[in-house]
């Protein structure tokens, strides 16, 4: 855990590095998966506070959204970011709630879907963001949840997954996405649960990790992707738990610290994250006598820390 | 732009040296040294927000020769290509040079998903203005199939492709394109974003066909037929590959929807069904089970054709079933081509149980479905037993 702790903290100090220069784009995403991958391991106090919201709120544009970084167009995507950071920092009450939510609920179109931004881009991932900050601000009732549904439920496929669009390949990433966003919308009865476990289930492979797709390689990222689903969805006993563990804690780096895709590559923040979300969803939290001590529990719906969530009194998840 | 930042000049008489110049040539590769693109990105970023807020034309060119700089280096920068979509707007850029430089960055990046989407807002808009419609689109599947070759299972890549051959209004073109990739799953086995496309292609097709009072589409049966064909030739050859089961599952969904046409099943049900089926144990309990579903349901309804629609669905089950089973080597547990075919054969009697068929009221299950369900399940959970759970499911 004190290397997890070490790798999280040293990459603020990277920013000479060929990595942080080619990821600045997606940097509000990079802080709430560097933070909250903190949070989960009891040590968020390794940020400058003051100094992270200053930087998300320098990104806001005037629309309400915000952008991947400074001088970044605004999107959906680094909106939800935006507004997960100040949450976990308790520090949403310095942006205009209901600004945010018009800037969302104006992506919005008539077939229920959302555009990412203002140049149209249509995909599932955009209506868990547009449903899952609604919600978290408390201002689901700015678009129209009905129409959010119908849309979701149209990029349904025959084995029971999703994808980003209608007709669209099922994968693991956008199966969370929709399931998540059904269930804020209190409509998983949508979903064809067996079918669609089977499916998830079926993405462990022999060396116990999950994969997003059939015969693609098992990494580390579908430790959350497909793990929440099942977990929202009340069937996480059809994997065999253990294993997945145990591909986890192989794909950490032993001597740098941080979480890889998987055992032997190299550690990143993407991984880290969702390395450290897969054990704490797996059980592993240091409330169950033989877990981890220092891992906090995660929600699968928001995916952010379940004492977070309690704190603004919104709903956490529990599996039916 | 990079003697300006780095300072430094190339030198390519040690063709196979590595210098620590900012450029540096390998045989006939060209290269940025990974040293230096920070620097050039800072450089980029500097410069980037101050020529895209000014409007004059002169700050364009610098503009236009930024995003490039930038875009060939990180795919992903989706503000960099907004920049260059108000140029285009601004009709600084040509839509069809924007294509030409998209294809340039793909080869670089053939899976990254902002260039797919960025690609797919000119597409949009050069089906607005462009008279040779389907000629555009033709080179868009080929751009698509670029793709797909150079990154394997390119999520994105086919998804354009869908979108693409959705809007072709000419159908022996799309019959044509489904010829096309199933040519190149006969090739990729394993590429379950190419297979997923055929089987979604299928679909869409099928529900238009049948939306249609008229049923127009005359190559909708040759298309189940052949998508069939297919997925059985292919699985004879590879039984070990998980994305064909799951195909033959998406176009078995798919006829079943299509029985409802009598077309379908003449031309269907007595070349691919009947053959492998028609002589089964299994066939002649299903068939006596449907003799009974029709004489109870004739007296509710006037139904012969309700009693055949229950015939032909419960034939294709029995089919898939008999399918899977004779890929299956029971008395080898731990073949590999076991695993996907007995996986299939427990989703095929889930459907069956979906569909009451194994047990009434009125009537004894059917038993040697019931036998047949045991066995699979059985071997399942000692074939696959990280999923034990999820079996044992089944068996409920």
Not at chain 1, 25 to 54: A, F, H, P, T
Not at chain 1, 299 to 320: F, I, S, T
Not at chain 2, 268 to 275: R, V
Not at chain 2, 318 to 338: C, E, G, I, K, Y
Request: charge should be negative.
């Amino acid at each position: 855990m004190d290397l997890h702790k070490k790798y999280l903290a040293s990459l603020k100090d990277k920013k000479n590095s060929f990595e942080h220069a080619v990821t600045e784009y997606l940097r509000m995403s990079g802080v709430y998966w560097g933070l909250c991958s903190m949070y989960l391991i009891s040590s968020e106090d390794l940020l400058n506070k003051d100094e992270v919201v200053q930087w998300v709120l320098s990104c806001q544009h005037p629309s309400g959204g915000f952008g991947g970084s400074v001088d970044h167009d605004a999107h959906l995507l680094y909106t939800l970011s935006a507004v997960q950071i100040l949450l976990i920092f308790d520090k949403i009450e310095l942006v205009d709630k209901e600004k945010i939510a018009n800037y969302v609920a104006g992506l919005q179109q008539d077939d229920g879907s959302f555009y990412g931004d203002e140049w149209g881009e249509v995909d599932t991932r955009f209506s868990y963001c547009a449903l899952s900050c609604l919600s978290l601000l408390g201002l689901l009732d700015k678009i129209d949840v009905n129409k959010a549904v119908d849309f979701i439920v149209s990029c349904m496929n025959f084995d029971g997954g999703f994808g980003c669009i209608p007709g669209a390949e099922s994968h693991g990433g956008q199966i969370f996405c929709c399931v998540a966003a059904l269930a804020i919308a209190d409509s998983l009865h949508h979903v064809r649960a067996d079918d669609l476990c089977w499916w998830l289930c079926e993405r462990q492979t022999a060396g116990g990790g999950l994969n997003g797709r059939p015969e693609k390689l098992p990494d580390v990222c579908y430790s959350w992707w497909n793990l929440s689903a099942l977990v929202i969805l009340g069937r996480i006993d059809w994997i065999d738990r253990e294993k997945l563990r145990q591909f986890i804690l192989n794909a950490q780096d032993e001597t740098e610290g941080g979480i890889a895709d998987r055992p032997g590559d190299v550690a990143d923040v993407f991984h880290t994250f969702f390395g450290i979300s897969g054990l704490s969803l797996l059980g592993y939290t240091e409330e169950d006598e033989e877990g981890i001590p220092g891992l906090r529990r995660i929600d699968p719906v928001y995916a952010l820390p379940v004492q977070v969530l309690e704190r603004m009194n919104v709903r956490v998840w529990r599996a039916v | 732009m990079l003697e300006q930042l780095c300072g430094s000049s190339c030198s390519s008489d040690e063709t196979f040296t590595i210098r620590k110049g900012a450029v540096v040539v390998i045989g006939d590769r060209l290269a940025i040294g990974q040293w230096c693109i920070p620097r050039l990105l800072r450089f980029v970023k500097q410069n980037l927000n101050d020529w895209a807020t000014c409007q004059d034309s002169s700050n364009v060119k610098q503009l236009i020769h930024l995003t490039r700089a930038l875009l060939l280096i990180v795919a992903d920068h989706a503000t960099a290509w907004n920049h260059r979509k108000r140029m285009i707007r601004g009709k600084h850029i040509e839509l069809l040079h924007e294509i030409d430089f998209i294809n340039l960055v793909q080869t670089k990046f053939p899976k990254s998903q902002e260039v797919w989407s960025h690609r797919k807002w000119v597409v949009a808009n050069m089906l607005k203005s462009t008279d040779d419609v389907e000629d555009f689109l033709e080179k868009e599947i080929q751009a698509t199939a670029r793709a797909a070759t150079l990154y394997p299972k390119n999520y994105y890549a086919w998804t354009h492709r869908y979108w693409v051959t959705t809007r072709m209004q000419s159908v022996p073109e799309c019959e044509a394109k489904a010829e096309d990739v199933r040519r190149f799953c006969r090739l990729n086995v394993s590429d379950s974003a190419a297979h997923s496309f055929r089987t979604s292609l299928l679909a869409f097709r099928a529900y238009r066909w049948l939306e249609d009072g008229q049923r127009r589409d005359e190559h909708m049966v040759d298309m189940i037929r052949n998508e069939l064909n297919h997925c059985i030739t292919t699985l004879d050859q590879h039984p070990a590959h998980e994305s064909v089961w799951i195909a033959l599952q998406g176009v078995l969904h798919v006829c079943g929807q299509c029985l409802v046409d009598e077309r379908v099943k003449v031309k269907i049900i007595p070349t691919i069904f009947l053959p492998l089926v028609g002589s089964s144990d299994l066939m002649e309990e299903l068939r006596a089970w449907e003799l009974f579903l029709r004489d109870s349901k004739s007296s509710a309804s006037s139904s012969g054709s309700q009693g055949s629609k229950w015939r032909a669905r419960d034939l294709l089950l029995a089919w898939a079933l008999q399918f899977a089973r004779s890929h299956v080597h029971f008395d080898d547990p731990t073949a590999t081509d076991n695993s996907h075919a007995l996986r299939f054969a427990a989703k095929t009697l889930s459907k069956v149980d979906q569909q009451n068929l194994l047990s009434s009221p009125h009537e004894k299950p059917v038993e040697a479905v019931l036998h047949l369900k045991a066995e699979i399940l059985r071997l399942l959970i000692c074939v696959c037993p990280m999923q034990e759970q999820a079996w044992r499911s089944m068996a409920n």
